[in-house]
């Protein structure tokens, strides 16, 4: 069993340690110059993953198709993340 997880973040193939959240693969990512943006405001202003336990709901990510919180959403291999969405 591999302790890697891979995931495709807005289509860039990311690899991760087993276990960790999509909040922490968009940092890794590098999305958004390594900020880990999650999304974007209705202003076009760039939000990222603030309080990590799911409380401030700027974390907010399309992941297979369903909106989901990236820090409260444990990476698995073969998930598709989208922070366009
Ligand atoms: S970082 Fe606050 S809800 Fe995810």
Do not use: N, W, Y
Request: glycine share 12%; net charge positive.
């Amino acid at each position: 069993m591999s302790d890697q997880t891979q995931l495709h973040i807005d289509g860039q193939l990311v690899r991760v340690k087993a276990g960790s959240s999509v909040a922490a693969a968009l940092r890794v990512a590098g999305i958004a110059g390594g900020m880990g943006t999650a999304r974007t405001s209705v202003t076009g202003q760039p939000r990222a993953p603030f309080c990590g336990m799911g409380v401030c709901q700027e974390c907010r990510v399309q992941v297979d198709g369903r909106r989901r919180l990236a820090c409260q959403t444990v990476c698995a291999d073969g998930m598709r993340v989208e922070t366009t969405a």
